[in-house]
Protein backbone atom coordinates (compact mmCIF):
# COMPACT_ATOMS: atom_id res chain seq x y z
CA UNK A 1 0.00 0.00 0.00
CA UNK A 2 1.43 3.32 -1.24
CA UNK A 3 1.65 6.00 1.73
CA UNK A 4 3.41 9.67 1.84
CA UNK A 5 2.64 10.83 5.43
CA UNK A 6 4.22 14.48 5.70
CA UNK A 7 5.36 16.31 9.05
CA UNK A 8 6.55 19.17 10.40
CA UNK A 9 4.14 21.61 9.60
CA UNK A 10 3.01 24.05 12.29
CA UNK A 11 2.31 27.84 13.54
CA UNK A 12 5.89 29.84 12.94
CA UNK A 13 6.67 34.08 13.08
CA UNK A 14 7.43 35.67 9.94
CA UNK A 15 11.23 35.36 9.32
CA UNK A 16 11.40 31.73 11.09
CA UNK A 17 11.83 27.82 9.73
CA UNK A 18 10.25 25.13 9.33
CA UNK A 19 11.37 21.75 8.54
CA UNK A 20 8.51 19.00 6.52
CA UNK A 21 9.76 15.61 6.01
CA UNK A 22 7.60 13.44 4.04
CA UNK A 23 7.98 9.44 4.48
CA UNK A 24 7.36 7.44 1.75
CA UNK A 25 6.20 3.57 1.60
CA UNK A 26 5.03 0.85 -0.61
CA UNK A 27 6.58 2.10 -3.86
CA UNK A 28 10.30 2.05 -5.00
CA UNK A 29 11.09 5.38 -3.64
CA UNK A 30 14.75 5.92 -5.36
CA UNK A 31 13.07 5.94 -8.81
CA UNK A 32 10.69 8.82 -8.35
CA UNK A 33 11.06 12.28 -8.51
CA UNK A 34 9.56 13.94 -5.50
CA UNK A 35 7.49 17.38 -5.39
CA UNK A 36 6.11 19.40 -2.97
CA UNK A 37 2.82 21.38 -3.49
CA UNK A 38 1.30 23.77 -1.52
CA UNK A 39 -2.40 25.05 -1.32
CA UNK A 40 -3.61 28.53 0.83
CA UNK A 41 -7.29 29.09 1.57
CA UNK A 42 -9.20 29.70 -1.19
CA UNK A 43 -6.45 29.09 -3.85
CA UNK A 44 -5.43 26.87 -6.46
CA UNK A 45 -2.35 23.88 -5.92
CA UNK A 46 0.66 25.78 -6.22
CA UNK A 47 3.93 24.40 -7.39
CA UNK A 48 6.81 24.84 -4.59
CA UNK A 49 9.59 22.52 -5.58
CA UNK A 50 10.68 19.03 -7.02
CA UNK A 51 14.10 16.85 -6.81
CA UNK A 52 14.68 14.22 -9.38
CA UNK A 53 15.83 10.86 -8.66
CA UNK A 54 19.47 12.08 -9.48
CA UNK A 55 18.88 15.05 -7.04
CA UNK A 56 18.34 17.73 -8.98
CA UNK A 57 16.31 20.37 -8.28
CA UNK A 58 13.50 22.93 -9.10
CA UNK A 59 12.44 25.96 -6.90
CA UNK A 60 9.29 28.48 -7.73
CA UNK A 61 10.52 32.10 -7.85
CA UNK A 62 8.62 32.98 -4.79
CA UNK A 63 10.45 29.97 -2.78
CA UNK A 64 13.90 30.45 -4.71
CA UNK A 65 16.48 31.37 -2.61
CA UNK A 66 14.55 30.72 0.51
CA UNK A 67 13.54 26.76 0.29
CA UNK A 68 15.52 24.13 -0.08
CA UNK A 69 14.43 20.12 -1.06
CA UNK A 70 16.25 17.53 -0.27
CA UNK A 71 15.94 13.56 -0.21
CA UNK A 72 17.54 10.77 2.03
CA UNK A 73 16.96 7.38 -0.48
CA UNK A 74 18.56 5.15 2.66
CA UNK A 75 15.20 6.50 4.42
CA UNK A 76 12.68 6.75 2.13
CA UNK A 77 12.08 10.33 2.73
CA UNK A 78 11.91 13.81 1.24
CA UNK A 79 12.66 17.27 3.01
CA UNK A 80 11.54 20.84 2.85
CA UNK A 81 13.57 23.20 4.60
CA UNK A 82 11.84 26.21 4.55
CA UNK A 83 13.71 29.83 5.98
CA UNK A 84 13.13 33.24 6.03
CA UNK A 85 8.94 32.21 6.01
CA UNK A 86 6.44 34.79 5.10
CA UNK A 87 2.64 35.21 5.64
CA UNK A 88 1.96 34.28 2.29
CA UNK A 89 3.72 31.00 2.75
CA UNK A 90 0.31 29.61 4.68
CA UNK A 91 -0.72 26.61 3.07
CA UNK A 92 -1.39 23.01 3.51
CA UNK A 93 1.67 21.48 2.34
CA UNK A 94 1.55 18.48 0.15
CA UNK A 95 4.51 15.97 -0.94
CA UNK A 96 4.17 14.08 -4.62
CA UNK A 97 5.87 11.61 -6.01
CA UNK A 98 5.51 10.40 -9.34
CA UNK A 99 7.54 8.59 -12.10
CA UNK A 100 6.07 8.36 -15.87
CA UNK A 101 3.39 6.20 -15.35
CA UNK A 102 1.95 6.70 -11.20
CA UNK A 103 1.80 10.10 -9.19
CA UNK A 104 0.63 9.75 -5.41
CA UNK A 105 -0.14 12.07 -2.94
CA UNK A 106 0.38 12.49 0.45
CA UNK A 107 -2.52 13.87 2.90
CA UNK A 108 -1.01 17.30 3.87
CA UNK A 109 0.64 19.03 6.67
CA UNK A 110 -0.41 23.03 7.37
CA UNK A 111 1.77 25.64 7.85
CA UNK A 112 0.73 29.02 9.27
CA UNK A 113 2.89 31.67 9.02
CA UNK A 114 1.66 34.75 11.14
CA UNK A 115 2.75 37.13 14.58
Known amino acids: QVQLVESGGGLVQPGGSLRLSCAAS????????MSWIRQAPGKEHEYVASITRAGSTTYAGSVKGRFTVSRDNAKNTVYLQMNSLKPDDTAVYFC?????????WGQGTQVTVSS
Open 26 to 33: GFTFSTYA
Open 96 to 104: KANDYTNAY
